[in-house]
Protein backbone atom coordinates (compact mmCIF):
# COMPACT_ATOMS: atom_id res chain seq x y z
CA UNK A 1 0.00 0.00 0.00
CA UNK A 2 1.89 2.90 -1.34
CA UNK A 3 -0.03 6.49 -1.16
CA UNK A 4 1.45 8.66 -3.85
CA UNK A 5 1.99 12.08 -2.68
CA UNK A 6 1.21 14.76 -5.80
CA UNK A 7 3.86 16.82 -6.05
CA UNK A 8 2.35 20.58 -6.21
CA UNK A 9 3.74 22.22 -9.58
CA UNK A 10 3.53 25.98 -8.66
CA UNK A 11 4.18 27.46 -5.19
CA UNK A 12 3.26 30.71 -4.59
CA UNK A 13 4.03 32.84 -7.73
CA UNK A 14 7.40 31.37 -9.09
CA UNK A 15 8.27 32.80 -12.42
CA UNK A 16 11.40 31.45 -12.53
CA UNK A 17 12.77 27.83 -12.47
CA UNK A 18 14.29 26.34 -9.80
CA UNK A 19 17.38 24.75 -9.26
CA UNK A 20 18.87 22.75 -6.63
CA UNK A 21 22.23 23.49 -4.89
CA UNK A 22 24.19 19.82 -5.34
CA UNK A 23 26.28 20.83 -2.05
CA UNK A 24 23.68 21.63 0.85
CA UNK A 25 20.30 21.05 -1.15
CA UNK A 26 19.06 24.35 -0.53
CA UNK A 27 16.48 25.24 -3.55
CA UNK A 28 16.24 28.24 -4.97
CA UNK A 29 15.61 29.85 -8.02
CA UNK A 30 17.80 29.83 -11.13
CA UNK A 31 19.43 33.43 -10.89
CA UNK A 32 20.24 33.27 -7.19
CA UNK A 33 22.63 30.04 -7.45
CA UNK A 34 25.86 30.08 -9.25
CA UNK A 35 25.46 27.78 -12.57
CA UNK A 36 28.64 25.61 -13.59
CA UNK A 37 28.34 25.02 -17.16
CA UNK A 38 29.75 21.88 -19.09
CA UNK A 39 29.35 18.35 -20.36
CA UNK A 40 30.66 15.20 -18.51
CA UNK A 41 34.12 13.94 -19.62
CA UNK A 42 34.99 16.99 -21.38
CA UNK A 43 35.27 19.94 -19.60
CA UNK A 44 33.35 22.42 -16.90
CA UNK A 45 33.66 26.27 -16.24
CA UNK A 46 32.05 29.00 -13.81
CA UNK A 47 28.89 30.57 -16.05
CA UNK A 48 27.83 32.77 -13.61
CA UNK A 49 25.82 34.51 -16.57
CA UNK A 50 23.76 31.02 -17.51
CA UNK A 51 24.49 30.97 -21.06
CA UNK A 52 26.85 28.48 -21.72
CA UNK A 53 25.03 25.41 -23.00
CA UNK A 54 25.60 22.24 -21.93
CA UNK A 55 24.58 20.52 -18.50
CA UNK A 56 24.71 22.74 -15.20
CA UNK A 57 25.88 22.02 -11.91
CA UNK A 58 24.18 24.75 -9.38
CA UNK A 59 25.46 25.88 -6.15
CA UNK A 60 24.66 28.87 -3.56
CA UNK A 61 26.89 31.83 -4.76
CA UNK A 62 27.70 32.41 -0.91
CA UNK A 63 28.43 30.13 2.13
CA UNK A 64 30.70 26.91 2.07
CA UNK A 65 28.77 25.37 -0.81
CA UNK A 66 31.43 26.91 -3.22
CA UNK A 67 34.50 26.11 -1.05
CA UNK A 68 33.09 22.61 -0.44
CA UNK A 69 32.32 21.43 -3.93
CA UNK A 70 35.79 22.63 -4.85
CA UNK A 71 37.31 20.90 -2.34
CA UNK A 72 35.41 17.84 -3.47
CA UNK A 73 35.82 17.56 -7.21
CA UNK A 74 39.35 18.03 -6.03
CA UNK A 75 39.33 14.27 -5.29
CA UNK A 76 39.11 12.05 -8.10
CA UNK A 77 36.23 10.57 -6.50
CA UNK A 78 34.30 13.59 -5.61
CA UNK A 79 34.69 14.49 -9.34
CA UNK A 80 33.34 11.36 -10.68
CA UNK A 81 30.00 12.18 -10.06
CA UNK A 82 30.15 14.58 -13.24
CA UNK A 83 32.94 13.02 -15.13
CA UNK A 84 35.47 16.04 -14.23
CA UNK A 85 38.49 14.06 -14.15
CA UNK A 86 41.33 16.56 -14.12
CA UNK A 87 39.14 19.40 -15.34
CA UNK A 88 37.68 18.76 -11.58
CA UNK A 89 41.09 20.20 -10.07
CA UNK A 90 41.57 23.44 -12.61
CA UNK A 91 37.62 23.89 -12.06
CA UNK A 92 38.10 24.09 -8.41
CA UNK A 93 40.67 26.18 -8.66
CA UNK A 94 38.86 28.95 -10.78
CA UNK A 95 35.96 29.04 -8.54
CA UNK A 96 38.03 29.58 -5.47
CA UNK A 97 39.84 32.36 -7.76
CA UNK A 98 36.77 33.61 -8.69
CA UNK A 99 35.31 33.52 -4.97
CA UNK A 100 38.51 35.32 -3.59
CA UNK A 101 38.24 38.02 -6.21
CA UNK A 102 37.11 41.59 -4.70
CA UNK A 103 37.10 40.47 -1.00
CA UNK A 104 40.17 41.83 -0.10
CA UNK A 105 41.46 38.93 1.45
ZN1 LIG B 1 24.35 25.36 -1.13
Redesign the pocket.
Known amino acids: MSRRKRACPRRSSASEPQRT??????V?EKGG?LRIAGKPGVGWAPDPGGKLPGRGI???PV???VD??AARIRTPKGGARWKMGVAGKELADRLVASRCGGQGM
Open positions: CVQCGARLYLCGECRF
